[in-house]
């Protein structure tokens, strides 16, 4: 069993920088790989970016050379550095766990969930 909490969202001019935080419970936080995804206001949920349990990363289109997935173990954490902010980048964002150690950009292989945090870029 994995819980997982997010924080950092907020309200940011576009062109801002971001930093979301995951905390993750659980003594084997190290074998899952994490994901981010985001929905939008009547949009699907989406992938955002994802490292796997060796530091792996995979990121959409939408969001490389902008966004920065990355993972400290230690402290059962996992965080999404966002620059250059969108409005488009707009949503509310989701860290997820899943149980396929090489990492997925699939919602639907995604064992756990945290809450949400909502991130507003406004133009």
């Known amino acids: 069993q994995v819980r997982l909490e997010e924080s950092g969202g907020g309200l940011v001019q576009a062109g801002g920088s971001l930093r979301l935080s995951c905390a993750a419970s659980?003594?084997?936080?190290?074998?899952?790989?994490m994901g981010w995804f985001r929905q939008a206001p009547g949009k699907e949920r989406e992938f955002v970016a994802s490292?796997?349990?060796?530091?792996?990363?995979d990121y959409a289109d939408s969001v490389k050379g902008r966004f920065t997935i990355s993972r400290d173990n230690a402290k059962n954490m996992v965080y999404l550095q966002m620059n250059s902010l969108k409005p488009e980048d707009t949503a509310v964002y989701y860290c997820?766990?899943?149980?396929?150690?090489?990492?997925?950009?699939?919602?639907?292989?995604?064992?756990?969930w945290g809450q949400g945090t909502q991130v507003t870029v406004s133009s």
């Open positions: 490292i796997n349990w060796i530091g792996s990363t």
């Open positions: 659980g003594r084997t936080f190290s074998m899952y790989a």
């Open positions: 997820a766990a899943t149980r396929t150690r090489y990492g997925s950009t699939v919602m639907e292989e995604y064992d756990y």
